[in-house]
């Protein structure tokens, strides 16, 4: 019998594991420390409790209060507009590629998935040209000198069509996978007892594709929408009247801010928002799981 262990899978597993206590557990675990302290990021944290929570949560007449509420606000505003059209819009265009009438489907297909790969910071420049009041291609186009990011709802709008465009690509490579996993068969034998497009859809596509969805859903809302910070830091810089200051906009200042860092405040206002998403992620799991038995 041979006792030798294979080591081999250690050295292939062993970096991820050191990269990800490194970076992400250790600083998640320091973070949730350094919300019950007072920090500044230069001297001791100094212990403080639950006071950090309940400035945040419950001191009405505090500007972390009003700072956290305003930018949970604005970041579930641009969750509930965002993700159902980065679910909705990469579906069919995956669906519209499988379509046997449509021809150069890999050209079509890497022409959406190029702005996937482009920065942020860089898609949020280029974009901020297209709107621009004088040299935009919008403004040119209508033959108007419209300030997008001054006005509201215009401010979100450019908001979300950056971020739509930059994101729809990774999601409908995941959709266009999906479906060509599934059988073929399934659609002949719709097509022969009669079943139209929306019919096979709605009975074949959707249904086994169940889980790339849950996937998406699931990391389009958590990973993606609620962490939103680039966008409208570049697009509108938290405006008009902090109309599109998001909660990472707020944790940003107050943790680097060019005065005293509130390190301590910023933590907490960190740690709410991770249970934010963990809440509504878990729920987003478990109805998508239930409805998809």
């Known amino acids: 019998m041979n006792n030798k262990r294979n080591f081999a899978p250690i050295f292939f597993v062993g970096p991820h594991i050191i990269l990800f206590i490194v970076f992400i557990l250790i600083p998640s675990i320091y973070g949730i420390y350094a919300s019950f302290t007072n920090w500044n990021l230069i001297s001791d944290p100094v212990w403080v409790g639950l006071d950090n929570y309940k400035t945040i949560l419950t001191d009405a007449d505090s500007t972390f209060y009003a700072q956290f509420f305003n930018g949970l606000v604005n970041t579930l505003l641009f969750v509930v507009f965002t993700v159902p059209l980065m679910i909705i819009i990469p579906l069919?265009?995956?669906?519209?590629l499988e379509h046997k009438e449509v021809k150069f489907t890999s050209l079509f297909q890497t022409l959406l998935y190029v702005p996937g790969l482009i920065s942020i910071s860089a898609a949020a420049l280029i974009w901020s040209l297209i709107f621009n009041k004088q040299l935009g291609v919008v403004n040119n186009l209508f033959g108007s000198e419209h300030?997008?990011?001054?006005?509201?709802?215009?401010?979100?709008?450019t908001i979300i069509v950056i971020t739509v465009w930059a994101g729809?690509?990774?999601?409908?490579?995941?959709?266009?996978?999906?479906?060509?996993?599934?059988?073929k068969d399934l659609y002949e034998s719709a097509e022969i007892d009669g079943?139209?497009?929306?019919?096979?859809?709605?009975?074949?596509t959707l249904p086994s594709i169940k889980f790339p969805?849950?996937?998406?859903?699931?990391?389009?809302?958590?990973?993606?929408a609620f962490n939103v910070f680039a966008q409208p830091l570049m697009m509108t810089s938290g405006g008009p009247k902090q109309?599109?200051?998001?909660?990472?906009?707020?944790?940003?200042?107050?943790a680097?801010?060019?005065?005293?860092?509130?390190?301590?405040?910023?933590?907490?206002?960190?740690?709410?928002?991770?249970l934010v998403i963990l809440v509504i992620s878990a729920i987003q799991y478990y109805v998508m799981s239930r409805n998809a038995a």
């Not at 969805?213 to 993606?224: N, S």
């Not at 109309?243 to 107050?254: Q, S």
């Open 195 to 204: 079943a139209g497009p929306v019919r096979k859809f709605f009975s074949i």
């Open 92 to 96: 069919m265009i995956a669906v519209a």
């Open 243 to 254: 109309g599109t200051t998001v909660l990472m906009m707020y944790i940003r200042d107050l």
């Open 168 to 183: 729809i690509g990774g999601n409908m490579i995941i959709y266009r996978a999906g479906i060509n996993g599934v059988s």
């Open 213 to 224: 969805l849950i996937y998406t859903m699931v990391m389009t809302t958590a990973g993606g």
């Open 147 to 157: 300030v997008w990011a001054a006005t509201q709802p215009y401010a979100w709008l």
């Open 256 to 274: 680097f801010s060019h005065g005293e860092s509130i390190a301590g405040i910023a933590s907490a206002m960190a740690v709410l928002l991770g």
